[in-house]
């Protein structure tokens, strides 16, 4: 399975995602947006590519926090994905970010516009980057592959 990541797009309309982005994530089975995808408008825009799960960042609209969580749970190809926004400064993100989950094998998460794909402690934890700049590729098999994009 593959899955396409976003964070931290900071736009108000689906027409503003890079067309690099929009070309990847119509090949993808799942699309995740750990927060900060700043209106609805954009979140229906990339619904209209493929399934989107996707959690509230702290520059969202009102709107999208009261239909999107704080954070999320998916199992996908048998490997358990917790994505949340995360907050506060860049050091220590990953320690408060694996306090939010149990027993996962990924957390997605972003927030401090800074990629990270690295294994810590024996989770994938993955951060895209902000949009504007970067998106990721998540590859579900047998193992977990993460692969950042620069736009």
Not at 55 to 65: F, I, P, Q, Y
Not at 107 to 115: A, D, E, F, K, L
Not at 129 to 144: A, M, P, V
Request: charged letters at 25%.
């Amino acid at each position: 399975m593959i899955i396409g990541v976003l964070s931290d797009t900071h736009i108000r309309l689906p027409e503003e995602i890079p067309q690099k982005v929009i070309k990847a994530l119509s090949t993808v089975d799942l699309i995740i947006h750990a927060g900060d995808i700043v209106t609805l408008e954009v979140l229906e825009g990339l619904r209209r590519l493929g399934e989107v799960k996707a959690v509230c960042g702290n520059m969202d609209s009102d709107e999208l926090g009261i239909v999107l969580p704080q954070r999320e749970l998916v199992v996908v190809g048998g490997k358990r994905i917790g994505i949340t926004h995360g907050s506060g400064g860049p050091w220590g993100i990953e320690n408060r970010v694996s306090e939010m989950f149990d027993d996962v094998d990924v957390i997605i998460y972003g927030h401090t516009h800074s990629v990270k794909n690295e294994v810590m402690g024996g989770i994938l934890f993955f951060n895209p980057g902000q949009g504007k700049n970067s998106f990721g590729i998540l590859t579900i098999g047998e193992d977990i592959r993460g692969e950042i994009i620069k736009i």
